[in-house]
């Protein structure tokens, strides 16, 4: 195929495939990360999460959130359908995003629940929280990263998925650049203070993070960086000072 007819067979891709999306939300990400990994063009509509538009209502009825990736017209949502929607529709390209062998397939969704259901919930209480709370979600979330960490060193692959990026990594893929935000918020940016994930404590899952994050299809659609961290910011000030004021409101009844 001469370049005139690669560039009008992408043109005419990315009139087929569309993606709704927010700049900040990793589950976007993951599915910018995985078009990208089976190098698909499309069209990127950013949407304002304050005052959704009538398009995301319209494709996504149901839980009217992103990501939703709209191929021919027709809409699917959730960031773990589309991400094996994108594997299966493009299969021809590219590496396989979930592994083809039926039992490792398993293993693959099941550490992406781990994901959803066992880590975040600690991580997230750790970075909003203060005091006492504070701690034990640190300890809690230290506890499953630990579970990770084996995971990766017993395998002595460089990834979850193997030798390159697969479904659980990008699965995984927010403990790659959020942790590292968290502890600066957490800590006060000046490099002291506990630290969720060392070289020392868990060396295959930092070097995880390093390497995904500089894998061909990730580095070159990471989040702004210098916006990201003053949110995240901003999301743990409006959580303390709500869990503060609840404080105060218990002491005076």
């Given at each position: 195929m001469d370049?005139?007819?690669?560039?009008?067979?992408?043109?005419?891709e990315k009139?087929?495939?569309k993606?709704l999306?927010?700049w900040?939300?990793?589950?976007?990400?993951q599915v910018?990360?995985?078009l990208?990994m089976?190098?698909?063009?499309y069209e990127?509509?950013?949407?304002?999460l304050?005052?959704?538009?009538?398009?995301?209502l319209a494709y996504n009825?149901?839980?009217k959130?992103?990501?939703v990736l709209?191929y021919?017209?027709r809409?699917?949502?959730?960031?773990?359908v589309?991400?094996e929607?994108?594997d299966?529709a493009?299969?021809h390209?590219?590496?396989p995003?979930?592994?083809r062998?039926p039992?490792r397939r398993a293993?693959a969704?099941?550490?992406?629940?781990?994901?959803q259901?066992?880590?975040?919930?600690?991580?997230w209480?750790w970075?909003?929280t203060?005091?006492e709370?504070?701690e034990?979600?640190?300890e809690?979330a230290?506890e499953q990263?630990?579970v990770?960490?084996?995971e990766l060193?017993?395998?002595g692959?460089?990834f979850f998925g193997g030798?390159?990026?697969?479904?659980?990594?990008?699965s995984?893929?927010?403990?790659?650049?959020?942790?590292?935000?968290y502890?600066e918020?957490?800590t006060g940016?000046?490099?002291?203070g506990v630290k969720?994930?060392t070289?020392?404590?868990?060396p295959s899952?930092?070097?995880w993070?390093?390497?995904?994050l500089?894998?061909?299809?990730?580095?070159?659609h990471?989040?702004?960086l210098e916006?990201?961290r003053?949110?995240c910011?901003?999301m743990?000030?409006?959580f303390?000072?709500?869990?503060?004021a609840?404080?105060e409101?218990?002491?005076?009844?």
């Amino acid at each position: 195929m001469d370049h005139h007819l690669e560039q009008q067979a992408a043109e005419s891709e990315k009139k087929a495939v569309k993606l709704l999306g927010m700049w900040a939300s990793p589950y976007v990400l993951q599915v910018r990360w995985a078009l990208a990994m089976k190098g698909v063009e499309y069209e990127y509509v950013e949407e304002d999460l304050r005052s959704k538009s009538a398009q995301l209502l319209a494709y996504n009825p149901v839980h009217k959130k992103v990501p939703v990736l709209v191929y021919h017209g027709r809409p699917i949502a959730e960031s773990q359908v589309i991400l094996e929607f994108i594997d299966d529709a493009w299969n021809h390209r590219g590496d396989p995003i979930l592994p083809r062998d039926p039992y490792r397939r398993a293993m693959a969704r099941f550490w992406a629940r781990f994901k959803q259901d066992k880590l975040s919930p600690p991580i997230w209480r750790w970075f909003t929280t203060e005091g006492e709370e504070q701690e034990a979600a640190y300890e809690a979330a230290v506890e499953q990263l630990l579970v990770l960490e084996k995971e990766l060193a017993v395998s002595g692959k460089p990834f979850f998925g193997g030798e390159k990026v697969g479904f659980v990594d990008l699965s995984l893929s927010p403990l790659a650049y959020v942790i590292p935000i968290y502890e600066e918020i957490v800590t006060g940016g000046g490099g002291g203070g506990v630290k969720m994930v060392t070289e020392e404590k868990m060396p295959s899952l930092a070097a995880w993070m390093g390497r995904f994050l500089s894998s061909p299809a990730v580095r070159g659609h990471l989040p702004p960086l210098e916006k990201l961290r003053p949110r995240c910011q901003a999301m743990r000030e409006a959580f303390l000072v709500s869990a503060r004021a609840k404080v105060e409101q218990q002491q005076q009844q």
